[in-house]
C-alpha cells in the first residue's frame, strides 16, 4: 500500500530543514574557530597589561580625588590660621600629604610656600604683641617651610633684640612694685608708675605690670582727692594730669575730675567774696591758686586783674597822701601779680607827681610866691580853654595841657584837683565819642588825658582793652583790602594798649601769611 503524496512532501521539506540548519552550525563552528584565533591572544595581552598596570590605574583612579581634598583642606586651614597642627589637619600637613602622593603637584608646593609666609607674618605679630614663645616657634616653621633666609634673619634680629629686653623686665618690675610699696608712685625715673611703664613697653600684656599700674594710678588718683579736700588744687590738678597720661580710660578718673572740680567753684567763690571785701591780698591768693591748677580760667585771670587794678589804684591814693612807702609796696604787689608795664608806669607817673608835690610844699618861701603866679596864670588857662571848649585840643593851648603843667607844679592843690575833676568827664566824653566815630588815633589821645587826670580809675583796663580791639578790627578790614601798611600800625597800637590782648596772635599771623613782617 503506497503513501500519499501529500505526506512525500512534508517528509522531504523537514529533510531539507534539517540539512539546512546543519549547514548554518557548521559554518558557524567554522566561524568561530577563526574569531578564537585572534580573541584568545588579545584577552591574554588584557589580562597581563592589568596585571602590571594595576598600581596605576589605582592611583588614577583613587589619588585624584583624595589630593584634590587635601588641596582643598589645607586652604581651609590656611586661611583660618591652623598652620601646623599636630592630629594632621594643619595646612603643613595637608600640603605635605597632597605631596606626598604626587611629588609633581604645584598647588601643593604653592601652599606650603604659602603656609612659610603665613608663619613668617604670625612671628612677627607674635613680636608686637610681646609674646615671644609663639614668635619663636613661629619662626621655627617658617624656616622648616624653606621661607627665604633674608627675611627669617630680620624677624630673628628683633627677636633677639627684644628677648635681651626681656631679660631685665623681671628686675624693673620688682623695682617698680617696691616703689608701689613704698607709695614712690610719680615722683621721678624710679617711681612705681615710670617703671611699670618701661616694662609694659616691652611686655605689653604683662599681667603683673597691669595690675601694679592699676593699683598705682588709684593711689594716685586717692592722693589727688585727698589734695582737693586739702585745697591744694595746683597739686590734685598735677596728680590728675598724671594718671590721665598713664591711662585716660581709668574708672577713677571721673571721681577726681568732679572733685578738683568742685574745689575749683568753691575756691572761686572765696576768691570773689573777698573781692567785694576789699581783701586784696587774700582774693590774690584765691585767684592765683586756681589759675595754678587751671591757667587758662577766664573767670580767675579777670578777677585777678581786678585785684591788680585795685592795687593799681591804691598806690595812686597812697601817693596822694604822701603815704610813698605803702604806695610802693602795692606797686610792688601789682607787679608780682602781673600787672602789665603800661599800667605800671601810668602809676609810677602818678606817685612821681605826687613826690614833686610834696617836694614843692617843702621849699622855701620865696620860690613860693613864684609857684603861686605861675599856678594861678595856669588855672586861668584852663578856664579860658574851658570857655573855649579846647578841652583836649590843640596841644599846647588846650585845658588838659595847661592842667598838666598846674599838676607838675602843685598836684594837690585844691584848685588843681577841681580843675582835674572838671575835665575828667570831658576826657571820657572824647573817648567815647572818638571811638564810636573809628577814629582811634584821636580816641588814643583821649585816653592818654584820661589816664592823666584819674590814673587809679578802674574803667580805665576796659578802656584801654577797647581801643586796643577797635584798631585790631579797622587793622583786620584795611588788611583785607591789601594796605599792609596800615594793618602793621594797628598791630603795633593794640600791642600798646592791650600787649597781653588774646586776639593779637592771630591778627598777627594774618598779618605775616599776608606778606607784612608781623
Not at 592823666?452 to 577797647?466: E, V
Request: hydrophobic residues 45%.
Amino acid at each position: 500500500m503506497s503513501r500519499p503524496p501529500d505526506h512525500e512532501d512534508a517528509a522531504h521539506a523537514a529533510l531539507r530543514r534539517v540539512r539546512r540548519e546543519g549547514r548554518w552550525w557548521w559554518l558557524q563552528a567554522r566561524h568561530a574557530r577563526h574569531v578564537w584565533r585572534w580573541v584568545l591572544p588579545m584577552a591574554v595581552l588584557l589580562f597581563l597589561a592589568l596585571v602590571l598596570l594595576r598600581a596605576p590605574l589605582a592611583n588614577w583612579f583613587w589619588n585624584e580625588p583624595q589630593i584634590e581634598q587635601l588641596l582643598d583642606q589645607g586652604d581651609r586651614a590656611l586661611a583660618a590660621g591652623r598652620l601646623s597642627v599636630a592630629d594632621g589637619s594643619g595646612a603643613r600637613e595637608s600640603y605635605q600629604a597632597a605631596l606626598a602622593l604626587d611629588g609633581d603637584r604645584s598647588e601643593a608646593r604653592t601652599g606650603l610656600a604659602r603656609t612659610a609666609q603665613a608663619a613668617l607674618q604670625q612671628a612677627r605679630d607674635a613680636l608686637a604683641a610681646g609674646d615671644l614663645d609663639a614668635a619663636r616657634a613661629r619662626l621655627a616653621l617658617a624656616r622648616d617651610l624653606q621661607v627665604p633666609q633674608r627675611e627669617a634673619e630680620q624677624v630673628a634680629q628683633q627677636l633677639r633684640q627684644r628677648g635681651n629686653a626681656h631679660a631685665g623686665v623681671a628686675v624693673l618690675l620688682g623695682r617698680a612694685e617696691a616703689a608701689l610699696q613704698a607709695q614712690r608712685l610719680d615722683a621721678g625715673p624710679d617711681s612705681a608708675l615710670p617703671l611699670f611703664q618701661q616694662v609694659l613697653a616691652v611686655a605689653p600684656n604683662q599681667l603683673r605690670a597691669l595690675e601694679g599700674r592699676e593699683d598705682a594710678l588709684s593711689d594716685l588718683l586717692q592722693q589727688a582727692r585727698v589734695a582737693c579736700q586739702a585745697g591744694e588744687l595746683a597739686r590734685a590738678a598735677a596728680l590728675l594730669d598724671s594718671a590721665r597720661r598713664y591711662d585716660p580710660g581709668h574708672v577713677d578718673l571721673p571721681a577726681t575730675q568732679e572733685a578738683l572740680n568742685n574745689a575749683l567753684e568753691k575756691r572761686l567763690q572765696q576768691a570773689n567774696q573777698a573781692l567785694r571785701r576789699q581783701r586784696w591780698d587774700s582774693a590774690a591768693a584765691d585767684f592765683q591758686a586756681v589759675l595754678a591748677a587751671v591757667p587758662d580760667d577766664t573767670v580767675a585771670r579777670q578777677g585777678l586783674q581786678r585785684v591788680i587794678d585795685a592795687q593799681l589804684a591804691n598806690a595812686v591814693r597812697l601817693a596822694g597822701d604822701f603815704r610813698f612807702a605803702p604806695a610802693e609796696q602795692a606797686l610792688a604787689t601789682a607787679q608780682d601779680l602781673g600787672a602789665s608795664e603800661r599800667a605800671l608806669a601810668t602809676a609810677r607817673q602818678a606817685v612821681a607827681q605826687s613826690r614833686q608835690a610834696e617836694q614843692a610844699l617843702q621849699a622855701p618861701g620865696a620860690p613860693r610866691a613864684q609857684r603861686e603866679r605861675r599856678l594861678r596864670g595856669l588855672l586861668t588857662r584852663i578856664v579860658e580853654a574851658e570857655a573855649r571848649g579846647q578841652f583836649l585840643s590843640p596841644p599846647g593851648r588846650s585845658a588838659y595841657d595847661a592842667l598838666r603843667e598846674a599838676q607838675a607844679l602843685a598836684a594837690y592843690d585844691p584848685r588843681v584837683r577841681a580843675a582835674a575833676q572838671r575835665l575828667l568827664p570831658a576826657s571820657r566824653r572824647c573817648f567815647e565819642d572818638r571811638l564810636r566815630e573809628n577814629r582811634v588815633q584821636a580816641a588814643g589821645a583821649c585816653l592818654d588825658a584820661w589816664q592823666t587826670l584819674a590814673p587809679g580809675d578802674m574803667t580805665l583796663p576796659a578802656a584801654r582793652r577797647r581801643l586796643a580791639q577797635r584798631w585790631l578790627a579797622i587793622g583786620s578790614e584795611r588788611l583785607g583790602a591789601g594796605d599792609l601798611a596800615f594793618a602793621q600800625q594797628a598791630l603795633q597800637q593794640a600791642r600798646h594798649w592791650q600787649p597781653d590782648l588774646a586776639e593779637l596772635g592771630d591778627f598777627e599771623q594774618r598779618l605775616r601769611n599776608a606778606g607784612g613782617p608781623g
